[in-house]
């Protein structure tokens, strides 16, 4: 529902500017502004229901002191790798294409899709340091996803 309300939500937003001023102000009070509500409770469910997996899988996030911990481990990620990681985090396990995770993550649709992946890859290397049950996938076409490992929930059981 959230990955529709937001596709929904990038191919009117343009097509709304183009209506008269009155029109538009209809459409953006009923329509718009509900699509947006709705949205944001969404959002706010997923949020709590994957923090609570988060902590149940044994993971701690600092958001103060840009820290993940799992075990007795503990990472520190920079301001950009734990922007990176709370987006993935907040929208695991969807998809997220890479010129939404630029623009999501650190509100810059400019940067360079390589900037990306050297961020992923810098983040997948500090993940796997902690030897976690979570990994970022990538899928051509649809983007990076983090992800609970079934091989490493499988061997803790």
């Known amino acids: 529902m959230i990955e529709f309300n937001e596709e929904l939500l990038d191919r009117v937003r343009p097509q709304i500017e183009r209506l008269p001023k009155a029109a538009r102000a209809e459409i953006v009070k009923n329509d718009v502004e509900m699509l947006e509500s709705q949205l944001q409770r969404y959002r706010r469910r997923l949020d709590f229901w994957y923090g609570r997996q988060w902590q149940l899988e044994g993971f701690q996030i600092d958001h103060d002191q840009r820290t993940v911990s799992f075990m007795d481990r503990t990472i520190m990620l920079t301001k950009r790798e734990f922007?990176?990681?709370?987006?993935?985090?907040?929208?695991?396990?969807?998809?997220?294409?890479?010129?939404?995770?630029?623009?999501?993550?650190?509100?810059?649709?400019?940067?360079?899709?390589?900037?990306?992946?050297?961020?992923?890859?810098?983040?997948?290397?500090?993940?796997?340091?902690?030897?976690?049950?979570?990994?970022?996938?990538?899928?051509?076409?649809?983007?990076?996803a983090m992800v609970f490992s079934e091989k490493a929930t499988a061997a803790r059981d």
């Open 83 to 144: 922007q990176l990681f709370e987006l993935l985090v907040s929208r695991s396990p969807s998809f997220i294409p890479p010129n939404r995770l630029l623009i999501e993550a650190w509100h810059d649709g400019h940067l360079p899709q390589e900037t990306l992946r050297t961020y992923i890859a810098r983040l997948r290397n500090k993940l796997a340091s902690l030897g976690s049950t979570a990994e970022i996938r990538n899928q051509p076409r649809r983007g990076y």
